[in-house]
């Protein structure tokens, strides 16, 4: 080779490397300006018209959607529509068979002997799975436990033919309500079983809640072992349970009756509702987003799930609205039954197994629509490294972080997902409204809701761009 | 010197060299811990004890705190009170003159000429320093301005004699409220001067809120300048407001009728409310903590700002009750009439000034008692790198961040002050409540509220033992 040529060969290797370096680093900060315009659309679309709160209205009108229940089934057809509408590339339902609880109408509780109390009614509601009283008011003493885990120590003597009272405060000293919540849980979860076991004929449950209304807030138990006689079991209002716990320390030997007619009714035919839009580069690869459908029905479910659940429909709404063309396929599922089955989430993994489905992220939004702060990330630390990169991207839209922690639900059952994702909001008044009849439209904020709209909006979109 | 005593000499300096920086490192960490336990403690002290939260309760009990009305009195005794009860080491009241305006009795709107709508009623309130319409109905045609900007196109022609009706939305698509709101108070401040300039009768504008409801949201207008004759000037209901405008649209020779009966009544006199808990170190570096003790009439002026006036005085409450002897001054201030005049700002600078006062630090709250971002900064860069290495520390109370920022309109008047600091609380749902009967009790969160009260607290002990 002759010198000349070589050096001519030089030049143009470096040519090309520098030109290649250029090239790599234009199109990285193009792509980012890109993105940046996508993000701003994303937010402004979001805030200024509002579409998912709007939605919102709608869905509350409604009513509150128990599993099983009819308004659950209008609920399925409303979204089902507003899909079409919006002109998703494919609609469909999931039929799945779901537990059916009903309320009914009868839900009373008052103290029978005391010495000035005779009559005062007690606030309660039954806890999902709970029988009732049989058209009779279960009349006993009540015995008082005031630390769920302190009942291990209670003894069939104190316990038999007793109400059981699981009274252990949500412990608002802690800066995450979360924590508070999966504290004082159990006794509403597990309370009714343990006290069964040990002979007693039904339990009232401390609301669990941040909140010191009278407002009961419901939720379901965990199921009876067969071996364990089901009975009676509600949750009464925090005044209430305050009122109920100074009176039994002055009159311990206070009887109260209950009445209920609440009943599991078999199962009834429900659905998930899926809708899709296709990507235009790997349509194989499936970027779930969602929330469950399902709710309690105290209020209207609005935080519980409704707001997050329109949050997920409108990813879809924008993607077509904003004409993103998504280069991966973005569905959104609503999951039925999660508040007291799973139903949906455990029939939506086993089609998606079935069907051989290649889920590359699903996302859940299942924490209410309050003003956002991160995700949470199930997936490994070199995953989580590379998507808090996007985090200037998200940050217009409030989030702040994005880090390991749980995802969500629904999305747990779904087999080799990159990436599980969870939407997490601010805590600080969840538990206020949480399965009560405080869980209404008029609690959720327009630029809260929309602003969470905005994350996961933004969040999926980068996924379905860049992969992960 | 020898050899030995040389190498003795050089083993002897390595020594203090390396165990003065092993005292260092202990110091710095055993410090930090000592913070950390401090932060700790506030925190669980203000979320469980939800003390600020009772308080406010009692101060919403006295009713809303105009500048210079019964109820603002009665609420500068409540608060002396609460001072002297907590145990402060001084407390006392700064004598000042406040404007005081009256709403009255009557204010009504209606359309008085149209061909369906005569006698449809607008919902408005009188703006702060109205005039009344002199016991008569002010009635005329209208003429309604889009956005404020464009008013310096009308003419004479188009004006004079005519109701002029400012309805520029607020831009909700904005990520920032502060930013929507900024741009929309325009109209409110100068709309009724810059419309009498050119010969209108009165003005109504559009509420300066991010919620689309249709209560009528007040605020004070700018003083109108001797030569420009002084009209009514009304705040209208968003509703009515996209009422009105689609009847001009369709009927543009439509009228209306205004009765107001508000009026300015002089001058009234008010107070400041000061007390100290005196630095056991550097008892004349003084750390104020503070916000405004005035309101607006509508609701109970909960967020704007009793609720962020109690958070400062909570910092006072738990310096002594969590027995945390702060080697500086911390003084809280409740500045008197900042809604309509900033008098109680003016004067307590000008006291601070001729008292020769050393003011080391000053915290204003005056953005709501939301959930806690940061806090916002006027000094120079060192001294924020400086504060932002507390930052581990206030992030238990949500603080995400410290950076240079505007502070607040009371503290603004004292004059050098080494760090103005404004604590920043999420503004997304602050424009919804501001200025009017939204703002009342209910509408704060006792765990938002008190979270703010722990980041204060935390911040206001930080400087008052680290100095700055």
Redesign the interface.
Known sequence: MSGIKFLFICILLCAVIVGGLIKANIFESSENQNYTKVADSI??YS??E?IGYKWLRELCDIGPRLSGSEQSIQAIKWAENKFIEMGCDSVWLQPVMVPKWVRGNIEEASVTKSKNFVGRPLNIASLGRSVGTNGVVTEAGVIEVKNFSDFKNFTREQVEGKIVFFNEPFD????G?FRGYGKAVQQRAKGAIEASKLGAIAAIVRSVT?KPDNIPHVGTMSAFPDSVKQIPAAAIGVEDAEFLSKLLYEEPDIEIGIELDCANMGEAQSYNVVAEVKGNEFPNEIIVVGGHFDSWDKGHGAHDDGAPCIQTMEVLHQMIKLDLKPKRTIRCVLFINEENGIRGAIEYARLAEENNENHLAAIESDRGAF?PQGFNIEGDDELIDEMQKWLPILN?A?I?WIRKGGSGVDISRIKNVTAKIGFVP?D??YF?VHHSANDTFESV?P??MQ?GTAAITTLTYLISEEGI
Chains 1, 2 share one sequence.
Do not use: Y
């Open positions: 937010l402004v805030l200024q509002q608002n000293s802690l800066l309500t941040s003003i217009k409030k702040d601010d600080q008044r206020d904020n630029r809260e602003l």
